[in-house]
């Protein structure tokens, strides 16, 4: 199984008021590279999605590929301009994590290669659960994407389709769950007072 992991750091930060969310300092470093060191022990080859002020992330040496679809379309569109790069270089799958979410689990990967070779499908979304409740909260940003699928969603994104999950459930899609403990590992920071709550969990030794 070829995989090519897949920052998606394309959004335009609006809610931080310009300033690029994955430049972020987080304790000591950026989002950006708290997600890169979580990304490259679970992957061999890492590249970002960046639609704007792409110069701030030359400093990782990594391949940066831009959206193909304009007008800013959402994370689907990553999604396509990573498995369109993955497809061009060799790659079968992409694993898709987001650059504002700094701890997601270090076994993202071995879960969601175990959920796609047990239920033999196309794309595998990571899930959490409250406490106590069976409903899922769906991570749809967070994937292993079958590179085979980019036509189809090339099509629909030029079609108009922009929600993740109206895309994915026309596909064989299963779902991978990860624990909730101590707190969300899928905890995304969003706004200035996420970074503080960031920095609470870094403090208490969580992550």
């Known amino acids: 199984m070829n995989i090519v992991g897949v920052v998606l750091a394309g959004g335009q930060s609006k809610r931080m008021g310009g300033a690029h969310k994955g430049m972020l300092q987080l304790k000591t470093k950026s989002l950006s590279l708290h997600v890169?060191?979580?990304?490259?022990?679970?992957?061999?080859?890492?590249?970002?999605?960046?639609?704007?002020?792409?110069?701030?992330?030359?400093?990782?040496?990594?391949?940066?590929?831009?959206d193909s679809i304009t007008d800013y379309a959402g994370p689907?569109?990553?999604?396509?301009?990573?498995?369109?790069?993955?497809?061009?270089?060799g790659?079968?799958?992409?694993?898709?994590v987001a650059v504002d979410t700094p701890f997601f689990?270090?076994?993202?990967?071995?879960?969601?290669?175990?959920?796609?070779?047990?239920d033999?499908?196309?794309?595998?979304?990571a899930y959490t659960t409250d406490k106590?409740?069976?409903?899922?909260?769906?991570?749809?940003?967070?994937?292993?994407?079958?590179?085979?699928?980019?036509?189809?969603?090339?099509?629909?994104?030029?079609?108009g389709i922009r929600k993740m999950l109206a895309w994915t459930d026309k596909h064989k899609v299963s779902y991978c769950k990860f624990s909730d403990t101590k707190f969300n590992p899928f905890f995304n920071i969003n706004k200035p007072d996420d970074l503080k709550e960031a920095?609470?969990?870094?403090?208490?030794?969580?992550?």
């Open 36 to 66: 890169l060191n979580r990304l490259s022990i679970q992957t061999e080859e890492i590249i970002l999605n960046v639609n704007v002020q792409e110069k701030l992330y030359k400093q990782f040496n990594l391949p940066i590929v831009r």
């Open 132 to 159: 106590g409740k069976k409903s899922k909260n769906l991570h749809p940003t967070f994937g292993l994407w079958d590179v085979s699928l980019r036509n189809d969603l090339r099509k629909s994104l030029n079609g």
């Open 120 to 125: 033999d499908c196309s794309i595998v979304l």
């Open 105 to 118: 689990p270090k076994d993202f990967l071995k879960k969601c290669k175990k959920t796609l070779m047990k």
């Open 91 to 96: 790659y079968n799958y992409i694993l898709t």
């Open 76 to 89: 689907l569109a990553g999604v396509l301009a990573g498995m369109d790069w993955a497809y061009e270089n």
């Open 199 to 207: 920095e609470a969990i870094i403090e208490k030794g969580w992550v």
